[in-house]
């Protein structure tokens, strides 16, 4: 199952996703096929000339620019997403987010889309760290596998 994983830079849900063998949607994939792919760019860029028209489906014109940016990135990731994981309140170190407008949008929109979700908050301590990620796991697992694509 393609699981949309929030914070969407966090590599540790993106790492327990791919463990029980499903695929995680992630924006550090989306960067890193802008930045890999071969072209003319140098440096290479992360927004493409698309990217602004893509995030306009997602957010009014009236937004800040950089909420249509980051929703150019998530705004996809959500349409292919069949389960999420949110975590509220991570430590910056585990995949903050940085702008509180898109938070609200990318949750409202992943709510709205009434797939599964296991909501969370993120651990602050051994006990809730191991209750954490046994749940996450649990989630997982209830999900079923499915090829990766």
């Known amino acids: 199952m393609k699981v949309f994983i929030y914070p969407t830079n966090s590599l540790i849900l993106s ?3 791919e463990r029980f063998g499903h695929e995680p949607l992630a924006v550090m994939q989306e960067i890193s096929k802008r930045v890999n792919t071969p072209g003319l760019d140098s440096p290479p860029m992360n927004i493409t000339p698309e990217d602004p028209k893509i995030g306009l489906k997602y957010a009014a014109v009236e937004v800040p ?3 249509r940016g980051r929703m150019a990135l998530n705004g996809p990731l959500i349409s292919k997403a069949e389960a999420a994981i949110i ?3 991570p430590v910056v170190s585990f995949g903050c ?5 898109t938070n609200e949008l990318v949750n409202f929109l992943i709510r709205a889309k ?3 979700i296991l909501d ?4 602050s301590s051994e006990e809730e760290a191991k209750e954490f990620v046994y749940k996450i796991s649990q989630f ?3 999900l079923g596998k499915e090829e990766k694509k």
């Open 15 to 17: 790492d327990l996703v």
């Open 140 to 142: 997982l697992k209830s």
């Open 114 to 116: 009434k797939i599964p």
């Open 87 to 89: 975590v509220r309140d």
């Open 120 to 123: 969370l908050y993120y651990p």
């Open 97 to 101: 987010m940085g702008c509180a407008r």
């Open 65 to 67: 620019s950089g909420v």
